[in-house]
């Protein structure tokens, strides 16, 4: 089969899906790979038009938020790349944890073939994943029709009759209910776990001569909240600066050095509101191949530094 052929089948199927739902349960079959591919498909599709209905509707435009970062196309496709198999990938393997679930729930209601049970539970996520980027009403619209083709595809695909899918949905729902207390146990016992092991070096103590334990008053450095990042253009360096802590900064200075540790300008940015972004532009006169380091200081002596490393074009 040519790849022509492969996704004109792919796009007859969802039409037949949408428009005539007991054909293509009565008609039509698939192997659990072939659910598996259709499935993945449709996972594609609906995660790039999320992404682009998300960034459409986002009052942030994508230029403001490659601003907060170095600008390096590379990694930004690498980055999202990897988002997007990691997001299919999941999808897959909880489609496959379902089919093969609802294969076992259904077994003593006369189900036999998995493959049935992968085929149907593909079909009647169409709507769901192909209209859930449509802004509110698209994911209940496709979550009603896709129940309505989940009901058809048991009755007609796998034979069943109504207390047979009643009994099996029951067993389906018990099934389910175990295996998310089962996460929760897990996933809580890993959390418990990991905060347990951090837990003396989170809290802190002293013990005085008395055995009674004393709490140290940690006094924390706001600029350790401030999120720098960096550019580099030919003739100037750009520093972005946010901050995520929960308080303001006062008097914040800015000092550029060059790799020779010789101090090339300072600027005075003033104060830094609590989730405030401010940018800072150093204008040097060859940034060419070269290496600066920031620091930033507040009114309170505190200081944090930033290293910038200007690329073979700036």
């Given amino acids: 089969m040519s790849i022509k052929d492969f ?16 054909k293509i349960f009565l008609d039509e079959t698939a192997t659990k790979l072939e659910s598996i591919i259709y499935f993945t498909l449709l996972s594609l599709i609906s995660f790039l038009m999320n992404f682009i209905v998300i960034s459409s509707m986002n ?8 601003s907060l970062v170095s600008f390096d196309l ?27 679930l609802i294969y076992i729930s259904f077994k003593l209601s006369g189900v036999k073939s998995l493959s049935d049970i992968m085929f149907v539970i593909s079909i009647s996520m169409t709507p769901t994943l ?9 994911p209940l619209i496709g979550i009603v ?32 209910l175990i295996l998310i207390v089962f996460i929760i146990f897990v996933s809580f016992r890993f959390v418990s776990g990991f905060v347990n092991s951090f837990s003396g070096t989170i809290t ?8 009674n334990y004393v709490t140290e008053n940690y006094t924390q450095n706001p600029l350790d909240y401030v999120i720098v990042s960096s550019y580099c253009n030919d003739t100037y360096v750009s520093v972005h600066l946010s901050n995520f802590g929960d308080q ?7 000092v550029l050095y060059d790799e020779n ?42 200081k944090i530094t930033h290293e910038v490393s200007c690329g073979e074009h700036g």
Avoid at 10 to 20: A, D, G, M, R, Y
Avoid at 59 to 66: E, N
């Fill in 7 to 22: 996704f004109s089948a792919f796009l007859n199927v969802i039409e037949t899906t949408l428009k005539q739902p007991e």
């Fill in 59 to 66: 009052t942030i435009s994508p230029f403001d938020i490659l």
């Fill in 74 to 100: 590379s990694k930004i496709l690498l980055t999202s790349s990897l988002a997007l198999v990691i997001g299919i990938v999941f999808s897959v393997v909880i489609f496959i944890v379902e089919s093969i």
């Fill in 130 to 138: 192909l209209f859930s980027w449509i802004p509110f009403i698209g």
């Fill in 145 to 176: 029709w896709s129940s309505v083709l989940y009901l058809f595809g048991l009755r007609y695909k796998c034979g069943l009759t109504i207390n047979g899918i009643v009994k099996g949905l029951l067993i389906a729902s018990i099934l389910h």
């Fill in 204 to 211: 802190g103590g002293l013990m005085d001569m008395n055995q």
């Fill in 248 to 254: 303001d900064i006062e008097n914040l200075r800015l």
């Fill in 261 to 302: 540790n010789n101090m090339i300008a300072q600027k005075d940015v003033g104060s830094i509101s609590s989730f405030e972004y401010k940018k800072q532009d150093f204008y040097v006169y060859d940034t060419h191949d070269r290496r600066f380091v920031i620091v930033i200081t507040d009114n309170s002596g505190n």
